[in-house]
């Protein structure tokens, strides 16, 4: 069975600019979680969808946004990007939400800000 | 909020030589436990988890041991291999949501 998928594997902006970011789940996860790896750090929590709806949300301003599609695919979409959002952006999922649920995680996209 | 203290890198081992990573945690409630791995320029991987205290994880020749009482959740390995080597972060999870929260990585670093 594939794994979860990412898209694109890295990607280059400049600041002010709008960046679109893909996950496919495992098939039969409905959870999708989104993290933001800064270099040397470990990943911190963005959002959480499950079953379409917000689940949960980490300390982000408001130009983090996120969605969850009808096929549990989901898009992270950052506005008016600044240097400090230059990082690897995860994204896992998981069968249910919460509980001991394991969360499997996909490769990444390395965003550069310049 | 939730916290996890990790011991810092990196760390050099010798092949062969036993590893321990220690990591502590601050959770309310009663958290899951993970331990996940990523190699150079890869995503995180799990390598192991523990639900209830007292657990014990396993993979790879890697194990954990849930401790409430110490409210850690050290990782241990008897003989470190080359292919080891990579950043370890521990992570836990409290609560119905799917947030994890990672400490900030270990790299272990395996010579021959």
């Known amino acids: 069975d594939a794994g979860v998928t990412q898209s694109p594997t890295h990607l280059i902006k400049t600041r002010g600019q709008h960046v679109t970011l893909r996950c496919s789940p495992i098939s039969g996860h409905k959870s999708v979680s989104w993290y933001q790896q800064v270099l040397g750090q470990g990943p911190q929590f963005i959002f959480q969808?499950?079953?379409?709806?917000?689940?949960g949300r980490g300390n982000f301003p408001d130009r983090f946004s996120a969605r969850q599609f009808p096929n549990y695919s989901s898009e992270l979409n950052v506005n008016a990007l600044l240097l400090g959002d230059s990082a690897l952006y995860l994204c896992a999922s998981s069968q249910t939400s919460g509980g001991t649920d394991t969360q499997y995680f996909g490769p990444g996209t390395r965003l550069t800000v310049l | 909020g939730d916290s996890v203290t990790q011991m810092e890198g990196p760390v050099t081992l010798s092949e062969e030589a036993f590893l321990t990573i220690n990591c502590t945690y601050t959770a309310t409630g009663y958290p899951s436990l993970f331990w996940y791995v990523q190699y150079p320029g890869e995503g995180l991987q799990l390598l192991l988890k523990?639900?209830?205290?007292?657990d014990k994880g396993s993979n790879k020749g890697f194990e954990a041991t849930y401790r409430k009482e110490t409210t850690s959740f050290h990782l241990e390995k008897g003989s470190v291999q080359v292919s080891d080597s990579a950043v370890y972060f521990c992570a836990v999870k409290t609560g119905t949501a799917s947030k994890l929260t990672f400490g900030t990585g270990t790299r272990l670093q395996v010579t021959l």
């Open positions: 969808y499950y079953e379409k709806e917000e689940r």
């Open positions: 523990a639900t209830k205290a007292d």
